[in-house]
């Protein structure tokens, strides 16, 4: 099969798994990928619905609903162009079609179309992913309280040693779907789902929760809880602790007691921090900006709320590097992140964000990593903190170890919202390695995972120089300048406080990519 298709206004580069609509990435899966790959393959002739099946889902028994699903999203993706949905015609009983404009293929290649997440094998630990819970007090703006329940559970859980725990960032891309938890088993390669249900009303609460074991799909254990809101912490313990001891009844007190942990007295603290994630969690200037005035409030509340202060260090460094790489952001970075750790000796997430922050913005790379290896200790499941150690190790010239650190993350968290910075930890140690081919693979899926993120493009653009395809390296440096204008590669790389080697490795790169300097 080719490296590449293109048809119309539209590339799919079949060997990294993304589809560009001209020079941006569209927001396709990778089974429908799959099969787009396929049916451009064999343009103009029908592709039967077994070679299809085969192709996105190997070795896998599945209902034909879901080869529909996939269909109508690659439509809804190729109608962005006039017409595109009816460029895959249906045949019916017998397959699909692809019958739009001519398709030109470059050379051919030896690897597989795309890697699914389907192909994931179960740890050695026992392991488990949380889904959303479903939200049952029929006003929507009470998702995010539900959304903080499930989050806190999550947190308890990833502080048993012997459990792997998949992180809220993969398993909340299923919030609002129908789904099958044997399939969510395979998709996420765990043994184990957990699932539920909150129905919040004034100060009263009823939490239902089920343990169901995804290799057949039997319920473990289920349970509903009357509450108080005001219970709400030791709720969460407590339906922590009921699911470790589905999985291993004979689980040691001292296991038990170490899904229980510090948290704020102010309720109030609590709920703004919860409303304030889901900016933090954009790394988007205006969002962050948001977020700090709820964090500010909380912090205000409760000085010493260390998961408050973790998100305002991270939301500083966003407007440092994001936002004109101003002295005051850097040392309000630095700042909340050293109350973090003063009060945070027992929050991994926020040991996490306060190691990054001292890493990137106060290029103490030691402290860093104390606070990132502290954070382990506690919760070695924390996916977000192998993500970001590894871009402090990537942007330290640390390759393989960056490289280490970002896949662990990544399987830890295999859908994750972060993704775009683990990749982007792989693309600069490969390029700094002289591996440009796997640098613009990873580059390109940092994109694909974050196409409003300037240094996804930073990185593509200099695999794609090193390559020598110039033009699309351009293509992808001017990408770099329409989203961060200000954008010159030796103030970043200062600012980062990028290894010798690779600020010289890259700054070449970029340079022949046409971005100043």
Known sequence: MAKSFSFGPFRLDVEAGILFRG?????????????????????????????????AWPGQAIEDSNLTVQIAAMRRVLDAQAGGAAWIETLPRRGYRYVGPSVVGDEPYSAPVVTTAAGLQLPEKPS??????????????????????????????????????????STFTYKGRAVDVRQVGRELGVRYVLEGSVRKMGNSLR???????????????????????????????????????????????????????????????????????????????????????????AIALDPAYSLAHGNAAMCHHCLFLRAGLQETSRAASIRHARAAILHGQDDAAALTLAGFSLGMDGHDRGAAFTAMETALALSPSSALTYILGGVMLGWGGEAERAIEWSERGMRLSPLDSWAFAAFDAQAMSHLLRGRYHEACQAAYRSVQANPAHSITYVQLAAALARLGRLEEARAAAARVLELHPTFRY????????????????????????????
Not at 503 to 515: N, P, V
Request: charged fraction near 25%; include cysteine; aromatic fraction near 6%.
């Open 128 to 169: 488990v992913a949380v889904l959303p819970f479903q939200n049952l007090s029929g006003d929507p703006d009470q998702d995010y309280f539900a959304d903080g329940m499930v989050d806190d559970i999550i947190t308890g859980l990833a502080r048993i040693k012997w459990l792997f725990v998949i992180a809220r960032n």
């Open 207 to 297: 939490v239902t929760a089920q343990m169901i074991d995804a290799s057949n799909g039997a319920h473990i254990w289920a349970e509903r809880y009357d509450r108080s809101s005001d219970d709400i912490f030791a709720l969460q313990d407590e339906i922590a602790v009921s699911a470790v001891g589905a999985i291993a009844p004979s689980l040691r007190r001292a296991e038990i007691d170490r899904v229980k942990r510090q948290r704020t007295d102010s309720l109030d603290a609590y709920d703004l921090v919860l409303r304030a994630q889901l900016d933090v969690d954009s790394g988007m200037p205006a969002q962050v900006t948001r977020a700090l005035v709820l964090l500010d409030q």
């Open 490 to 517: 030796s103030r970043q790389f200062k600012a980062v406080n990028c290894a010798p080697a690779l600020a010289e490795t890259l700054g070449d790169a970029l340079r022949a990519a046409g971005l100043p300097e």
């Open 23 to 55: 020079a941006e990435p569209v927001a396709l899966g990778q089974r429908a990928v799959a099969l787009l790959a396929i049916l451009l393959k064999q343009a103009g002739s029908p592709v039967a619905k077994d070679a299809l099946v085969e192709a």
